[in-house]
């Protein structure tokens, strides 16, 4: 990689501003400083940028407690997208939402850069699990759960079987491998219910943290990163 933009990457600035630091001796690699803006460096090299320790990450994962309010987008004109939550200085990386959560559904989105594995975590043919918390308008009876279970027709397509955990007359935990438009909410109404308040606890077999108020993320671990498929 190109120095000056792994100088640009590392501390978000610009490639005009990053070449001036370079040329003024400002930057060292693995100890030597060097003043070429167009030499070739590794992503993984040792970065001292006016004095202070810089790293370059090529991916970023984001784990976000998703709040109401907010689309699942990187930008629209008319609504806040969980872009918005971020602070300023993710903007250099381009980040995503792997996957959706409808504006008035919270819990865990994933954010990132990494469209491989972004792809490979929404691919229908990897059945990724998502479990979600649903508060229901009326109770949740066996039958209900059993047809749930099954599979139903949601609109010219029939779920794949889903796991349901009841948590009490009206609560439960659902356990999904798709990620269709309303499809936790379109499976409830299948049976007669509604969903009340949709939150997702879990995705690819990663827990939200629940240290994580509404609005708040963090990275994820390099353990999480690897049970994801992701590469730091």
Known sequence: ??????????????????KNLIKKGLVSVNGEIIKDAGANVSEDCSLLIEGKKAEYKRFIYLMMN????YISSTDDKR???VLDLLDESFSRYDL???GRLDIDTEGFLLLTNDGQTAHTLLSPAKK?????FARLEHILTKEDITAIEGGVDIGGYVTKPAKIVQKSDNECVITIVEGKFH????????????????????????P?????????????????VDIIGGSL
């Open 1 to 18: 990689m190109r120095l000056d933009k792994l100088v640009s990457d590392a501390i978000g600035v610009t490639r005009k501003d990053s």
């Open 66 to 69: 998703k709040p109401q309010g």
């Open 79 to 81: 609504q806040k997208t």
């Open 96 to 98: 995503f939402p792997a």
């Open 128 to 132: 990724v699990g998502k479990e979600y």
């Open 183 to 206: 499809q936790v909410k379109k499976m409830f109404e299948c049976v007669g219910n509604k969903v009340v308040y949709l939150k997702r606890i879990s995705f690819a077999s990663l």
């Open 208 to 224: 939200l943290d629940p240290s994580l108020g509404l609005g708040e993320y963090r990275f994820l671990t390099k353990e999480e």
